[in-house]
């Protein structure tokens, strides 16, 4: 009798522990199905960009069908985008995507102060994105202003004090740089600035970065021929 319990038990650990495997192996499934790899992410902006430029895009993702599935089931971005508020610089038209593709966090001169960050770390958390991208873009008026040292108020200067910093340090690496050669070279380093801080102002992203859970890159946007660039980052 005794035997005959232990193999009973044995047997009810073995359904158990297989039950447990096979569940954990459907939800990492499942979760990889909405979390594809990071380089496939990037070759999807990428092509969805070259038909933006191209002029043939596909706008996906844009029906009513659409809202009322987002609606339903919920939001599932693959990237959270930080980008300029510029008219000129809208991420999902851009990239030929459309309504729940990307968790996107517009501010002036893609800052990522307090507020940026804290939305990012909703889309890292709660949203499961496995890439965070800064968007800047050329010509902007952000960093524009910071490079003629405009008189700005109060509210202006708050947000354009890491900006500020970005043009500081590139007259400092490139002195021979004026006027708009200095501002290319600019909104290229505010860009590595928003990445930096973000990583330095998170703990949350911070981690999730260094654990491979979460791939933070930057990319600048041209206003004049639409094509993204996309800024090499380590490990990339």
């Not at 009798?1 to 192996?25: H, K, N, T």
């Not at 770390?121 to 040292?149: F, S």
């Not at 102002?201 to 996309?230: C, F, H, P, T």
Request: charged share 20%.
């Amino acid at each position: 009798m005794q035997s005959y319990r232990s193999c009973f038990l044995r047997l009810i650990l073995s359904s158990l522990i297989l039950s447990s495997v096979s569940f954990l192996a459907a939800a990492s499934a499942a979760e990889a199905q909405h979390s594809p790899p990071v380089d496939q992410i990037v070759a999807e902006l990428t092509q969805g960009n070259q038909r933006f430029i191209a002029g043939h895009p596909r706008h996906p993702h844009c029906g009513p069908d659409d809202v009322r599935k987002n609606a339903r089931e919920g939001q599932h971005p693959q990237v959270a985008v930080l980008a300029c508020a510029d008219s000129r610089v809208p991420p999902e038209i851009l990239f030929d995507k459309g309504i729940g593709d990307l968790f996107s966090i517009r501010v002036a001169g893609n800052v990522a102060n307090e507020d940026e960050i804290a939305s990012i770390e909703y889309a890292v958390a709660h949203l499961h994105v496995p890439l965070i991208l800064v968007l800047g873009h050329t010509q902007c008026g952000a960093v524009t202003a910071v490079v003629e040292d405009e008189e700005l108020d109060d509210n202006l200067k708050h947000l354009t004090a890491h900006i500020r910093e970005a043009v500081h340090a590139t007259q400092k690496s490139h002195p021979e740089l004026r006027g708009a050669g200095l501002v290319a070279a600019a909104v290229e380093v505010n860009v590595r600035e928003s990445i930096a801080g973000m990583l330095r102002n998170s703990e949350l992203i911070r981690q999730q970065a260094e654990a491979g859970k979460v791939k933070v890159e930057g990319a600048i946007y041209d206003l004049e021929s639409g094509k993204v660039r996309w800024m090499k980052a380590p490990g990339r």
